[in-house]
């Protein structure tokens, strides 16, 4: 019988090492592929509004236009969310339905793979929320808008939006169907995380509502644009998901024997 | 704890820091992957959700050199900016006394800001640099961070290091902006080269009114009108910075609800429950 109340966790075993090694890089690959992917994907489109903007984006009655705008906005709306569909209908159906016998290893590995997710989540956040976003104020006050529908609305709104819509809803998919805290429980603060910036899509209705009837002139400051910022603030919610992830990594770790830690609270 | 009995992995972990944490090579590695994806996740996210707050909050001003007056700017873009710098300097003190929270916020802000900057106000839109540089902000990031530090306390940091957050504002710009300032003859009428600059790069869904900002008694207030909006900023960071440290907290929290979807997913065992 132990004499002393310290915590003395058994030697990891060589397998036990290997695997929380190999686990923790399982991020990158994720990572990788998303931010390489959408940096390339998103600068070809810059390109494309660099060239059809000036030649064919200024008059939404020209025939031009609904060529090179209208029908790129059309095949937009039907890709993204199809892939999207594909995307999460894919998470759900290849769940894992016995994760009370997840191995630790594995569990660990999903970690990683699930914060890999989250990293292009707030990718494809910074893409919508910074570049097109501020990329809009630069073409909408210099040029007049005489439509819903600009080069750089159909950029931002009709694209960068509903493509991190698609990678913030597979994130927290993936974590509930194969994570055991994640499926137990719903985490709030990721579900904020995800449900507050989807919100900014929405929004876009009273945004183009307040641009036909109330504001023709562009005016970035105005209280017309402060829904984005407050469903913006959302994105915080990723600190308490941060330290719901944290605890999980750690009790894993710990069920590994990689880590002297005490028990968890 | 001994820790030369209990480390696992078959070698005790020779970095002090990495001894006091309990953590094994193993564990290292683990704590390190956790420590790089984090840094990406946080830069991302502080870049475009702070980014957004800040330019439809202060986004004028920070766009356009003719709009940085004496009376609106230094005190709108201070008080819209110390915001997400107090709430993530609540997260990173609190939970791992990371003291550098508001300078990640300002050079994400700043970053994003350049790369729209150049791909978008001057490639796309060809407004030159010198009509769209953004206000600096690192100098008062990098004294509320100092607070922070010095006092460990974010009452004093919303005290002291708040305040000099918007005072510091003005003159950290001063040196940028002090040449648009000057006056010069155009058609006969005098105006400012700030003013010059937008005469001749107009932007032509922005209605003229819009752009002559200075109000009330500013013209006729001696030279001490930037001065009284950059005290009138301190004060409102002050307010600001203890309603955002709470935002943090706030969005801290560890909240769990029983997940609905469960009796859905077909679980096995007790995983259900």
């Known amino acids: 019988m132990s004499t002393t109340t310290e915590y003395v966790q058994p030697k990891a075993s060589a397998q036990e090492v290997g695997a929380a090694e190999g686990g923790a890089s399982a991020w990158v690959r994720p990572a990788t592929l998303g931010i390489v992917g959408l940096t390339v994907f998103y600068m070809l489109y810059r390109i494309y509004q660099g060239w059809a903007g000036w030649e064919y984006g200024l008059d939404s009655t020209a025939p031009e236009f609904q060529t090179y705008w209208m029908n790129l906005m059309y095949a937009q709306l039907i890709i993204v969310p199809a892939l999207a569909i594909i995307w999460w209908g894919y998470l759900w159906f290849t769940r894992d339905t016995n994760l009370s016998a997840l191995a630790p290893a594995e569990e660990l590995r999903r970690y990683f793979v699930l914060l890999g997710l989250i990293c292009v989540y707030t990718f494809a956040v910074y893409w919508g929320a910074s570049y097109f976003a501020e990329q809009d104020g630069s073409w909408h006050q210099t040029v007049m808008r005489d439509t819903s529908f600009t080069p750089s609305h159909i950029g931002i709104f009709y694209l960068s939006f509903p493509v991190y819509i698609s990678c913030g809803v597979a994130a927290l998919i993936y974590s509930i169907t194969r994570l055991p805290r994640f499926s137990r429980n719903i985490s709030i603060p990721f579900v904020i995380a995800v449900a507050g910036p989807f919100m900014i899509l929405p929004n876009v209705g009273f945004n183009e509502f307040g641009h036909a009837f109330w504001i023709m002139e562009e005016w970035f400051t105005a209280p017309l644009h402060w829904g984005f910022v407050v469903l913006g603030w959302t994105a915080l919610g990723v600190f308490g998901l941060a330290c719901q992830l944290c605890y999980g990594i750690l009790d894993v770790m710990r069920r590994m024997n990689v880590w002297e830690g005490q028990e968890l609270v | ?273």
């Open chain 2, 1 to 273: 704890m001994s820790m030369s009995s209990t480390t696992a992995g078959g070698a005790a972990a020779e970095d002090p820091v990495i001894a006091a944490a309990g953590l094994t090579p193993a564990g290292a590695k683990v704590s390190r992957n956790f420590d790089w994806v984090i840094v990406l996740i946080a830069l991302f996210l502080v870049t475009g959700a702070f980014h957004l707050h800040y330019m439809l909050l202060a986004g004028d001003w920070d766009f356009w050199v003719d709009w940085k007056d004496r009376q609106f700017w230094p005190t709108v873009a201070p008080a819209a900016a110390i915001c997400f710098p107090a709430a993530v300097q609540y997260f990173l003190w609190t939970f791992f006394r990371v003291p550098f929270g508001a300078t990640l916020c300002i050079v994400a802000l700043m970053l994003g800001e350049w790369i729209n900057r150049v791909l978008g106000f001057h490639l796309w839109a060809r407004f030159p640099y010198a009509l769209i540089w953004p206000s600096l902000l690192i100098p008062s990031a990098l004294f509320l961070d100092a607070v922070l530090l010095l006092t460990r306390n974010w009452l004093l940091t919303a005290i002291f290091g708040a305040w000099g957050f918007g005072l510091l504002f003005y003159p950290s710009n001063w040196v940028m902006l002090a040449a648009y300032h000057l006056p010069v003859e155009h058609m006969g009428q005098t105006t400012s080269v700030a003013d010059m600059v937008g005469y001749t790069f107009p932007r032509s869904a922005t209605p003229e009114y819009l752009r002559f900002i200075e109000r009330g008694t500013l013209r006729t207030f001696g030279g001490h009108s930037s001065a009284v909006s950059a005290f009138f900023s301190a004060f409102l960071c002050m307010v600001i910075y203890i309603g955002w440290w709470f935002m943090g907290w706030a969005f801290s929290k560890m909240i769990w609800v029983a997940n609905p979807l469960a009796s859905y997913m077909g679980l096995k065992n007790s995983q259900q429950s």
